[in-house]
């Protein structure tokens, strides 16, 4: 009954089956919050668990039906490692190289020229949580000493119970799209600790409201506009026809809209976990503040002229598990840049095994290096710092975000279109302008900062 249902209403969409089944699962997340904050709130963490192990599987099982197994399997895994290994670097590295295998088989079985929403997009968001929940029980067994404030914060003291991990693997709010967030936040929601009210149901509904209202105009300006900017267009004859400038200005527009299938997901999913209380993140400035699973900096996102802006801005929580548990872990490297590096190729492919996601977490690191070395020049030449606090900032700031969101759109290309064949069609296209702009910039720089920056000034940073 339900599967024509379905079939009508992806057709009066115009989207996708999978995709509907999709938003409607996260969606039903705010009703799995409602059950818990009324009926389930001040029982045992035994039912709590339950409640969320069952609802979770069946969102899983409405979206993936029998594929449900392969969640099923590496949480059943990732728990028997915890109890027979122990606190163990072994027991750590078991961890990664199985979940990390089981993705990328995964990814390897089921791969296709295009986006599908299939069994392998919450089970990467799931190999994050389950090799994040060695490593947090892993730090429990050091000395207080050896721990950074965000470690302390995250360890844990004892072993989890079965039935512990599957609610926290399985929580509606986190199971299909994310947000990352670690066990012992899972278990202080549990423990009623998460809270503006402590001991009572908290106050979220105006907050949870907020944050699903504006998913919600994310969801229909992506609705909108998308379907005039497919990627798709970009192979045809008629984009290759089309002037450059218009070739450039399609990419730009391209990514800007399509972004927001991704930023609708993550906000509407961030309100059901801010309405079960999850979202709480305690008291700034005498404020309650519930951006404690927030994915996105939508005002940010919006508004930075700057890569990095966008990146700080854009799937939080996956950047911040990223920093915590890979590119600061390499700190024994002695070199930032080389953890940077290997902590992006991690993200490459934990995203898949096309070649399109090395291409664009590479020129990330290229380009964000030259736009550290750009901030850097402007802050230590006089002509330029003027200028930017000048009364042609606004000016200065179009341009600006002009080249951002170009060149991001640029960066996305492969990201989205997975195969070599269809990117460096692209990128054909537009005359690889992209990287000829960076590597250009990278190039003059030096010359820049002798031309702009005084002699006094440069010879301080040396000596720094």
Known sequence: MAAPLLEKLSESLGSPEPAVRLILSILIGYLCALVYRRFLFYKSPTVIHLFHTFSGLALAA????????HSAICVLVQFLMLRLMGRTVTSVLSSFIFQMLYLLAGYYYTATEEYDIKWTMPHCVLTLKLIGLSLDYYDGGKDASQLSSEQKH????????????????YFYGGFLVGPQFTLRNYQRLVGRELTDCPGKPPNSFIPALKRFGLGFVCVVIYTIFSPYYQDSYFLTDEYENQPFWYRCVFILLWAKFGLYKYVSCWVIAEGSCILAGLGYSGVVDGKHQWDGCANMKVWLFETTPLFGGTIASFNINTNAWAARHVFKR???????????????????????????????????????TVERQAQALVRDSPLLTKLANSSLYPLIYVVQQFIHWLFMGYSLVPFCLFAYDKWLKVYSSVYFCGHLFFLVAFLIMPYLRKALVPKKERSQKKQE
């Open 154 to 169: 995250s360890a844990l003291s004892s072993v989890p119970s079965l039935l512990e991990v599957c609610g926290f693997s």
């Open 62 to 69: 409405f979206n993936f039906g029998s594929q449900l197994c």
């Open 330 to 368: 390499l700190r024994f490297l002695g070199n930032k840049t080389l953890s940077h590096v290997t902590t992006l190729f991690f993200l490459a492919i934990w995203h898949g095994l096309h070649s399109g996601y090395i291409l664009c977490f590479s020129l990330e690191f290229f380009i964000i």
